[in-house]
């Protein structure tokens, strides 16, 4: 699933590309990516012109003239295509949206079918998706981000997998700042001391801004607007490396579940914590096994 890095990468060339522009008409294959009430809402934005892009975690807001919204999320094989209007649509393209102005079309295309549009309505879902999602990651402050961890009582991973937590990190962009920061991602977050989380938030942002400066990580399906694949894969450390050795200490790389997610660590660069308030969440650790 595209992560932080992926929708930002996207939402950067989509400003390049149509924003600014006018639709002109909608075309759709499958309805049923549209979420959140009528599905016909989206007709409505015919004739609007596209104001801004943004993004809200892992989710992409475009908000048109006469304050009409547009809410997507990619899922697992979502994406943003802009295109010649042309060129010969690709399979799995489910909605096709034309421009005035000129004779491109951006598609949403999605193979699996788990991304989804939502348009606002009377309901106010699109507020009620943007307000339940937590602090975004690239612009919380060090202070911000100790308080976050004091004030919670999880393991760190899942913490960071939380989107009403914290919004947009993924299970990539969490292994590999675990991995940056020497942290265990079964550390309880309360109990991770001030500066070790201070170094964790660096981690963070500086992942985050050097995989959106190599155009995001394509392990499977993810490519940007344009259909460029980013590169920020060949820069991973420990992300789905379970078995292979460590570049730091010459450790095994070893794979354990951290809740329902696979997590690959290095068992001497990232120490497993002691147990203190909840010795039961350690019980599968690497010692344990």
């Not at 919204?69 to 399979?91: A, C, F, I, Q, Y």
């Not at 991304?115 to 309901?123: A, E, L, N, P, Q």
């Not at 068992?267 to 350690?282: A, G, I, L, R, W």
Request: aromatic share 6%.
């Amino acid at each position: 699933m595209p992560e932080l890095p992926e929708v930002e990468v996207i939402v950067r060339g989509l400003r390049k590309s149509v924003e600014g522009l006018t639709i002109a008409g909608i075309g759709i294959n499958f309805p049923e990516i549209i979420k959140g009430g009528n599905q016909r809402n989206i007709h409505r934005l015919k004739g609007k012109r596209i104001n801004h892009i943004s993004r809200k975690g892992k989710y992409i807001l475009t908000e048109f003239s006469e304050g009409e919204r547009m809410l997507t999320h990619l899922g697992m094989t979502g994406k943003l295509l802009v295109v010649p209007s042309e060129t010969e649509l690709p399979d799995h393209s489910h909605v096709i949206i034309e421009f005035k102005e000129n004779s491109r079309y951006l598609i949403f295309n999605d193979i699996r079918k788990f991304g989804k549009m939502v348009i606002d309505d009377k309901g106010g879902k699109i507020e009620s998706i943007i307000g339940s999602l937590g602090a975004d990651p690239l612009k919380i402050s060090a202070d911000e981000f100790v308080d976050i961890l004091s004030s919670h009582k999880k393991m760190i991973k899942s913490l960071l997998l939380d989107q009403s937590i914290v919004a947009g990190l993924g299970n990539i962009y969490v292994d590999e700042s675990l991995y940056d920061a020497g942290i265990h991602p079964k550390t309880i977050s309360c109990e991770i001391k001030p500066e070790y989380a201070e170094k964790l938030h660096a981690s963070i942002q500086n992942i985050l801004k050097s995989a959106i400066k190599a155009g995001g990580s394509s392990i499977r399906d993810f490519v940007s607007e344009n259909g460029d694949a980013g590169y920020f894969q060949i820069e991973h450390k420990i992300y789905g490396k379970a078995g292979q050795e460590c570049p730091r200490c010459g450790s095994i790389f070893e794979k354990i579940k951290v809740g329902s997610r696979t997590s690959s660590i290095c068992v001497n660069c990232q120490p497993p914590p002691m147990p203190k308030s909840s010795p039961e969440v350690y019980r599968d650790c690497w010692w344990g096994q």
